[in-house]
Nanobody, 123 residues
Framework: QVQLVESGGGLVQAGGSLRLSCAAS????????LAWFRRLPGKEREFVAV????????YYADSVKGRFTISKENAKNTIYLQMNNLKPEDTAVYYC????????????????WGQGTQVTVSS
C-alpha cells in the first residue's frame, strides 16, 4: 500500500505558475505509475498527466500539453506537477494517484489517491 499527500496548491493570477508536490510513503515508490488528475467545479475527475514507473515516459491531457510538466524525484519519493501559464479554466482540486500496472488515463483504474489540493486561477 502507498499513502499520497499533495501540497502546493493556492491562488494565482492567470498567466502565473504553481508547482504541486505529491509525497508518497509506504511501499517502494518505484513500483508505481503515478498520475495527476483534477476535479473541476461540478464535473467528474479528469486526467491531467501521468509518469510511467518503467521508463519515466510521460503523457498529458491535450488541455495542459505544453503548459504542465510532470516529473519524479525518486530520492524524495515525490512527484511534481509544474503548471505554467495557468488559466481560469485550470481551477480545480488536483489529486495525485498511483497504481502498479499500466499507464492508464482513466481514474477508475487507480488504486491509491491523495486528499487533493485546491488550485484557483483568477482572471
Amino acid at each position: 500500500q502507498v499513502q499520497l499527500v499533495e501540497s502546493g496548491g493556492g491562488l494565482v493570477q492567470a498567466g502565473g505558475s504553481l508547482r504541486l508536490s505529491c509525497a508518497a510513503s509506504g511501499r517502494t515508490f518505484s513500483r508505481y505509475t503515478l498520475a495527476w488528475f483534477r476535479r473541476l467545479p461540478g464535473k467528474e475527475r479528469e486526467f491531467v498527466a501521468v509518469i510511467s514507473r518503467s521508463d519515466d515516459s510521460t503523457y498529458y491531457a491535450d488541455s495542459v500539453k505544453g503548459r504542465f510538466t510532470i516529473s519524479k524525484e525518486n530520492a524524495k519519493n515525490t512527484i511534481y506537477l509544474q503548471m505554467n501559464n495557468l488559466k481560469p479554466e485550470d481551477t480545480a482540486v488536483y489529486y495525485c494517484a498511483a497504481k502498479t500496472i499500466g499507464v492508464p488515463t482513466n481514474p477508475t483504474r487507480y488504486d491509491y489517491w491523495g486528499q487533493g489540493t485546491q488550485v484557483t486561477v483568477s482572471s
